[in-house]
Nanobody
Framework: EVQLVESGGGLVQAGGSLRLSCAAS????????IGWFRQAPGKEREGVAS????????TYADSVKGRFTLSRDNSKNTVYLQMNSLKSDDTAVYSC?????????????????WGQGTQVTVSS
């Protein structure tokens, strides 16, 4: 059974940091690009960042560039999203997703598997 399980969300003050994790199982993790998406209430799902299956290239949305860093540890089947200088606009449910590609962008339709998400709330 394919599973993507996010963790690390919570409540943080503006300017603070959080580190999200996405633990994968049930598929060959090394063959998949991983992306992070977020959805705020009343808004469409938005691509935040993606990383290639070989961890040699990352892509970031303009809204998070310079503040978020995406990495992966293929030996642990886990991806990490380090979020710094958080703003109230970053408040959303964050989900990770897997695409059976070396590289994937920030479009929802590129991805095959999805996690349930973790809530991030940034207070101003």
């Amino acid at each position: 059974e394919v599973q993507l399980v996010e963790s690390g969300g919570g409540l943080v003050q503006a300017g603070g940091s959080l580190r999200l994790s996405c633990a994968a199982s049930g598929f060959t993790f090394d063959d998949y690009a991983i992306g992070w998406f977020r959805q705020a209430p009343g808004k469409e799902r938005e691509g935040v960042a993606s990383i290639t299956s070989t961890a040699d290239r990352t892509t970031y949305a303009d809204s998070v560039k310079g503040r978020f860093t995406l990495s992966r540890d293929n030996s642990k089947n886990t991806v990490y999203l380090q979020m710094n200088s958080l703003k109230s606009d970053d408040t959303a449910v964050y989900s990770c997703a897997a695409a059976r590609l070396w590289v994937a962008g920030l479009r929802v339709e590129e991805y095959d598997y999805w996690g349930q998400g973790t809530q991030v709330t940034v207070s101003s």
